[in-house]
């Protein structure tokens, strides 16, 4: 918790002091959508014939943040995660929570396409790393701590000055992952760990906070 507490002090303050731009800086997002696992391939314990890693797959993703805009182009997002991985409703099943601190890119105003000024469409760009812990339901007393990787690209709609309708797909790349998704230990054959990596399709909404007219994102 302790290493939180500098990003979160950081975002409160750049909030205080964005009062006096023409724009406001400051937002709260939330989405759900669905998760993918694409690596490792492999289990560490024969499971089903037939049962790959995919098959963990499901709509079980949530994740909420808050994001501060330097300017109308970049600015940064704190965010939690969470993704449920399960084969059809058995006890093969793993659970990932991670915090994440990334950069953002308003695209259209990093390449100057002038139509998006206070317009309703912007796509962002993010990337950055981040912390996860990783519970299974076979381990329940083992924690995977891994660190992460995280791109996306983020294309958003504006409803209303305060509101923007959002979607969101993301892919995470674990370092050192040392349980597969129907939560079995790497410890017999890969005890240092393997490279691990999941794609994030998500839904939600960004609510705007200040009190000027616009947000950044459509300045």
Known sequence: MKKLVLPIFILLTCFVHAQ???????SLETSFGLNYPIAPTGFSKPI??????SDFAGPKHFDIGARYMVSALYGFKLSYGYDRFQYDGSSLASTFYRMSLEAVVNTTELFGISFNRRSTIQIQLHGGFGGTFATSKTNTKDIDRIGHLIVGVRPMFKLSDTFALTTDLSYLVNFKQHYDYAGNSFGGTNPEGLVGGYVNFSVGVSFYLGDKRVHADFY
């Open 20 to 26: 006096n731009d023409n724009f406001n800086k400051f």
């Open 48 to 53: 089903f014939d037939g049962v790959g890693t």
